[in-house]
Nanobody
Framework: QVQLVESGGGSVQSGGSLRLSCTVS????????MGWFRQAPGKEREGVLC????????SYSDSVKGRFTISRDNAKNTLYLQMNSLKVEDTAMYYC?????????????WGQGTQVTVSS
């Protein structure tokens, strides 16, 4: 059974930072692509960043370039999202995704989500 458990969300003021983590079990983490998506209230879920098993990174959103960084620790089966210079518009539920196709975003496995709230 594949499980993805996110953590690290919370409330922060604009300009602040947060680091999200996603710990994965039930699959060979080092062999799969991983990604972060987010869904703001009233909006569709959108891709943020994807990191392939090789380490190659795909960005889905121009709005996070230079502010968000995706990384993975294969020894810990953990995916990270470092978010700096947070803006109010980054407020959303953030989801970890496993086994996805970085090009299409199609994803077989999802975490339960962690809420990020940025206030002005």
């Amino acid at each position: 059974q594949v499980q993805l458990v996110e953590s690290g969300g919370g409330s922060v003021q604009s300009g602040g930072s947060l680091r999200l983590s996603c710990t994965v079990s039930g699959l060979t983490f080092a062999d799969v692509n991983m990604g972060w998506f987010r869904q703001a209230p009233g909006k569709e879920r959108e891709g943020v960043l994807c990191i392939k098993w090789s380490g190659l990174i795909t960005s889905y959103s121009d709005s996070v370039k230079g502010r968000f960084t995706i990384s993975r620790d294969n020894a810990k089966n953990t995916l990270y999202l470092q978010m700096n210079s947070l803006k109010v518009e980054d407020t959303a539920m953030y989801y970890c995704a496993a086994g996805l196709d970085c090009r299409s975003g199609a994803t077989p496995y999802w975490g339960q989500g962690t809420q990020v709230t940025v206030s002005s």
